[in-house]
């Protein structure tokens, strides 16, 4: 899948495994973790695929966060994220990452 990050901060963990923003610091570990889940993302062929990842912990959100999806990091943190098809190019899957969320806040 194509994966595009909606914040500067995800990006940059991605990228760097790190950012310049105080708010969004995370230790080492995590980010390790984060930028794998990323991965997963990247390398599967389509959204169906996360299911069958069984670490992922793949999930439809509902109430609030309704349309959004979202696979583990640990058992604290996860991605949440968003999927939209490409009618033009059938094959390709945009994967609009929005958020690294701490699931118990």
Not at 63 to 82: C, M, P, Q
């Given at each position: 899948?194509?994966?595009?990050?909606?914040?500067?901060?995800l990006?940059?963990?991605?990228?760097?495994?790190?950012?310049s923003?105080?708010k969004?610091?995370?230790?080492?570990?995590?980010?390790?973790?984060?930028?794998?889940?990323?991965?997963?993302?990247?390398?599967?062929?389509?959204?169906?695929?996360?299911?069958?990842?069984?670490?992922?912990?793949?999930?439809?959100?509902?109430?609030?966060k309704?349309?959004?999806?979202?696979i583990?990091?640990?058992?604290?943190?996860?991605?949440?994220?968003?999927?939209t098809?490409?009618?033009?190019?059938?094959?390709?899957?945009v994967?609009?990452?929005?958020?690294?969320?701490?699931?118990?806040?």
């Amino acid at each position: 899948m194509l994966v595009i990050f909606e914040k500067e901060y995800l990006r940059s963990l991605y990228e760097d495994g790190k950012c310049s923003d105080k708010k969004h610091r995370y230790q080492p570990d995590i980010v390790r973790r984060y930028q794998k889940a990323i991965n997963f993302l990247k390398a599967v062929s389509s959204i169906a695929s996360l299911w069958t990842i069984r670490s992922l912990n793949y999930e439809v959100l509902d109430g609030d966060k309704a349309g959004l999806f979202s696979i583990r990091v640990n058992d604290k943190y996860h991605v949440e994220f968003t999927v939209t098809l490409n009618e033009d190019k059938p094959m390709l899957t945009v994967c609009n990452v929005t958020d690294l969320s701490n699931h118990y806040k």
